[in-house]
């Protein structure tokens, strides 16, 4: 069974660059298209984007000109960068697996939350 | 603004049947997924294609779609199924995904 678990600092200052990685255990990377969501606090859920294992990515419009997700197949994990970031981007971050042929999240990591403040 | 539209909350009597609708141009080509979210927790799958369960899911879930709107209901609605739900798709250049801004489902 696939596990996700988010990891990064919960504290980042507005203008600097968040960072977050996920770590897969459980099963191989190259199963899922992995994905980063965010949802603010007491909002809905936003999809960020997501990469393949072979480094194919797939970003948000809303958000492309900030973000940058990467891979890295030897240590199972991927990560997220959001630069330039403010207090609009403070949010619980999920890492997670997306399905294209059935267009589902599943497996979901637990969530970090990330607050953008001096 | 998402592409998915969701009604921001619906109740149901204990027992009862209810159904969480999500709207998009989308879905008259792509199937919507569905996921509950719990306070404090990360969402979870619970439908997703024509009407598939992951499993562990309860078979009181269902899932249907009809031109642009794609439904969840749950067949007699157990108080521990008062939760967020939100829907999930792609966009309608089918490049990207979205979400709908989600339903507070309130069990009476």
């Known amino acids: 069974q696939v596990q996700l678990q988010e990891s990064g600092p919960g504290l980042v200052k507005p203008s600097e660059t968040l960072s977050l990685t996920c770590t897969v255990s459980g099963g191989s990377i190259s199963n899922y298209y992995w994905s980063w969501i965010r949802q603010p606090p007491g909002k809905g859920l936003e999809w960020i984007g997501y990469i393949y294992y072979s480094g194919s990515t797939n970003y948000n419009p809303s958000l492309k000109s900030r973000v940058t997700i990467s891979v890295d197949t030897f240590k199972n994990q991927f990560s997220l960068k959001l630069s330039s970031v403010t207090a609009a981007d403070t949010a619980v971050y999920y890492c997670a697996g997306w399905t294209q042929l059935w267009a589902r999240f599943d497996p979901w990591g637990q969530g970090t939350l990330v607050t953008v403040s001096s | 603004s998402s592409e998915l539209t969701q009604d921001p909350a619906v109740s149901v009597a204990l027992g009862q049947t209810v159904r969480i609708t999500c709207q998009g141009d989308?879905?008259?080509?792509?199937?919507a997924s569905w996921y509950q979210q719990q306070p404090g927790q990360a969402p979870v799958l619970v439908i997703y294609g024509k009407n598939n369960r992951p499993s562990g899911i309860p078979d009181r879930f269902s899932g249907s779609s009809s031109g642009s709107t794609a439904s969840l209901t749950i067949t007699g609605a157990q108080a521990e199924d008062e939760a967020d739900y939100y829907c999930n798709s792609r966009d309608s250049s089918g490049n990207h995904v979205v979400f709908g801004g989600g339903t507070k489902l309130t069990v009476l």
């Open positions: 989308s879905l008259r080509t792509y199937y």
